[in-house]
């Protein structure tokens, strides 16, 4: 039997079936199921409330810790769905690093920029642009080209007042 206990029904211990319980890729499959299934689960709106699901054969632990095993899980990755809509599959899922996962959300911003898609993290860090800058000078409604490539201002005495305050303070 592989070394799994207790299967049926009736056996000694019949619910223990991998050994696994506790382990972080457990609580992974678990928390999966969760989001997608229970309606009461704080972020089933963004998942099964949207109708992702888990596929059949991902139902039960023992495939899926398979699956993880032979993509490359490891304790420094988290599971990451390619296509943000998709479901929780095989051919949907990936291991990836909490930066790679971040760059891959709904909720992202997404930009062109010279013929490649960026998110605002990854265009900022790639041209050495701080995040807030680039989404700051987008806000105001300049194109992506001029937000990368323009220069920054760079303050040389810390923090500047208003101008109202400006002119009324001191020298008058």
Not at 4 to 28: D, M, P, Q, S, V
Not at 95 to 115: A, C, D, I, L, P
Request: proline share 3%; net charge positive; with cysteine.
């Amino acid at each position: 039997m592989s070394g799994i206990k207790g299967i049926n029904k009736g056996e000694a211990n019949w619910n223990y079936k991998h050994g696994e319980t506790h382990t972080r890729l457990f609580k992974i499959w678990s928390g999966m199921h969760e989001r997608c299934e229970r309606p009461k689960h704080t972020h089933f709106k963004d998942y099964g409330g949207r109708g992702i699901v888990v596929c059949d054969e991902w139902s039960e632990y023992i495939p899926f810790a398979k699956w993880a095993r032979e993509n490359g899980y490891n304790d420094d990755l988290s599971i990451d769905r390619i296509n943000v809509n998709g479901n929780y599959e095989p051919s949907n899922c990936r291991w990836v690093t909490e930066k790679e996962q971040h760059n891959n959300k709904r909720t992202n911003r997404v930009v062109e920029y010279m013929g490649e898609r960026y998110t605002l993290t990854q265009l900022a860090e790639k041209f050495g642009i701080k995040k807030t800058t680039l989404k700051e000078r987008l806000n105001s409604g300049w194109s992506v080209a001029d937000a990368v490539n323009k220069p920054i201002r760079l303050r040389t005495r810390g923090w500047r007042p208003s101008i109202g305050a400006y002119m009324t303070g001191g020298n008058q």
